[in-house]
């Protein structure tokens, strides 16, 4: 299959600059093929700037970051009309959303209305100025960050756009071993600011990215495979650990997601395992906890297996 060579020369490629970050890689190349969105949660220090740069040079995609703070207007990220004295007329000066691959930092450190600014771009794929209605790049994959652990000045993002996020990716501390190799690798001269001195080849194109996607839309799903999915998604709203279970936009991510790691996988059809793999990335960001189950120590992802245990997997 392309999608499963493709893959295999990226991840070849981008082991140069990434180390021990196997699985919050495969996530991104996942949502990419699947033309979902992904945030990206982890304490700063644990390379989630740079997988995107190496992402999108790899896919030879454009790259634009946007840091979010408190003072971001929704007009910094869109962009706005300017009025030109010279000519007497308004021009579009672009936001940096006009991009193929968007990290906005600490997403949740915007207000509100700026945060929203972006729910029409990931859903719709195109952002409306001044009545004008603009179509966005393709591919466009937004990667949001935020920090786990500071939660002051920040404004925690509504159920609404968590629920256009594909994916919520953990990125975690690396163990010593691999701590070691990464400053190895600086002790050699290895410079995260400047990826253009490393040469990386430049596997990918957009056009290859639209030839994966239309492999993946062929790869097959069998009804016990999509009765599955629902069945997870039944179980996470009747779940008594949770508050708010899985809306129909996760059951379809989990879908179309599964579809991808599939024929990542060098597979023309859906197995439960691929459903099970990514039901958690899926779930962590939509699911509510009850305050008992909070108390009780459960998290997202340990309420998630719970209802995965009780869901009967197809034969």
Same mark, same amino acid.
């Given at each position: ?12 490629? &981008?082991?140069?600059? *990434? ?10 190349? !996942? ?27 790899? =896919? ?5 970051? +946007? ?9 910094? +990220? ?22 193929? +691959? ?26 409306? !100025? ?18 786990? *652990? ?18 919520? +990716?953990?990125?975690?501390? &690396? ?74 936009? =996760? ?36 699911? *509510? ?5 909070? *108390? ?20």
């Amino acid at each position: 299959m392309l999608t499963h060579d493709t893959i295999g020369r990226i991840r070849t490629e &981008a082991a140069r600059i *990434i180390v021990g970050q196997e699985e919050p890689l495969t996530l991104l190349l !996942i949502a990419l093929l699947s033309g979902g969105h992904v945030l990206i949660e982890g304490v700063p220090g644990t390379a989630k700037t740079l997988m995107a740069k190496t992402l999108a040079t790899l =896919a030879q995609l454009e790259f634009k970051r +946007v840091q979010f703070t408190p003072d971001l207007m929704p007009s910094d +990220v869109v962009g706005t009309q300017v009025f030109e004295l010279g000519t007497g007329n308004f021009r579009l000066r672009q936001g940096p959303i006009f991009t193929n +691959v968007l990290l906005g930092d600490e997403i949740n450190r915007a207000p509100a209305k700026t945060q929203s600014a972006l729910l029409e771009a990931m859903e719709e794929r195109q952002v409306t !100025i001044e009545g004008q209605r603009l179509a966005l790049p393709e591919p466009f994959f937004v990667l949001a960050t935020q920090n786990p *652990i500071e939660y002051e000045g920040t404004y925690p993002l509504p159920e609404a756009q968590l629920d256009r996020f594909l994916f919520k +990716v953990l990125v975690e501390y &690396a163990p010593q071993e691999v701590e070691i190799e990464v400053l190895r690798r600086y002790h050699r001269g290895f410079d995260a600011h400047h990826l253009e001195r490393i040469e990386l080849q430049r596997l990918v194109t957009p056009e290859v990215i639209a030839e994966c996607r239309a492999e993946i839309a062929q790869v097959e799903v069998d009804e016990g495979i999509l009765k599955y999915i629902t069945d997870i998604a039944q179980a996470s709203r009747k779940s008594l650990d949770l508050l708010l279970g899985g809306s129909p936009r =996760a059951s379809i991510g989990l879908l179309l997601a599964a579809k991808t790691w599939a024929a990542m996988q060098d597979r023309a059809f859906v197995v439960p395992d691929d459903v099970k793999y990514l039901a958690r990335p899926v779930y962590r960001h939509r699911i *509510i906890l009850r305050p008992e189950a909070e *108390i009780e120590g459960l998290t997202a992802d340990t309420a998630m297996a719970r209802v995965l245990a009780k869901v009967e997997v197809p034969r």
